[in-house]
């Protein structure tokens, strides 16, 4: 079965300064990488997403993920955070190598001052 | 398009009582499924459905029971409500199971209270 695992429960980075997520997997084959965020009683929105190709992967609002395959890894950056980046982020693995029966990571909350 | 909308957004029950969390999309979606999300543990998934008439379990689906009649709606029951089913419940729909350059769209949730 494939796993998520989130090792930073919280983080916390100033504003326009350097983020970087870390995110690894457990997954027998090629996985279908996610990560999404979720703000203060929202529901979740997909940030990017890998499922094949070039190993760096850009996304909406400005944050990228790189899929290492070596390391099991798809840790998400962004080069400088604004105070609105301020959420919960989630990695997820589609099961089966589908978009499907996502397996969710713990997630990170990020925190961000001025 | 409103794309996944659920209701009710919060509601609180005694235990032992039942009710259907409602979820629909109208973005003619074969694939819907059930999350729950619970402090510290992320999102699991309850059930799914990969097209009307077909449902089947995820990893948490004990005390839930699924139907799909309908493309558009795939509403989750509790037959009888426990303190351990508290939790957030998230509904999400995608254009297929599988294939690449497929995604899923969460709705909003639904904050469920057992007393």
């Known amino acids: 079965a494939q796993s998520v695992t989130q090792p930073d429960i919280h983080i916390t980075v100033s504003e326009g300064a350097s983020l970087e997520l870390r995110c690894n997997y457990s997954y027998g084959a090629t996985p279908y990488l996610f990560w999404y965020v979720q703000s203060p009683g929202q529901g979740l929105q997909l940030l990017l997403k890998y499922f094949s190709g070039d190993t760096l992967v850009q996304g909406i609002k400005g944050f990228e993920a790189e899929f290492k395959r070596s390391q099991s890894s798809f840790n998400l950056r962004k080069p400088s955070v604004h105070w609105s980046d301020a959420a919960e982020y989630f990695c997820?693995?589609?099961?089966?190598?589908?978009?499907?029966?996502?397996?969710f990571g713990t997630g990170t909350r990020l925190q961000v001052t001025l | 398009n409103a794309g996944v909308t659920q209701t009710p957004k919060f509601q609180v029950l005694k235990t032992g009582q039942s009710m259907t969390l409602q979820c629909a999309q109208d973005?003619?979606?074969?694939?819907m499924s059930w999350y729950r999300q619970d402090p510290g543990m992320g999102l699991r998934l309850i059930h799914y459905s990969v097209g009307a008439g077909i449902t089947d379990q995820g990893e948490v689906p004990n005390g839930y029971n699924v139907s799909r009649s309908t493309t558009e709606d795939f509403p989750l029951r509790l037959l009888s409500a426990a303190p351990s089913q508290t939790s957030v419940y998230f509904c999400a729909s995608s254009r297929t199971s599988g294939g690449e350059n497929n995604e899923q769209f969460f709705g909003p949730g639904t904050r469920l209270t057992v007393l």
């Open positions: 973005m003619n979606h074969e694939y």
């Open positions: 997820a693995v589609g099961a089966g190598g589908t978009a499907s029966k996502l397996t």
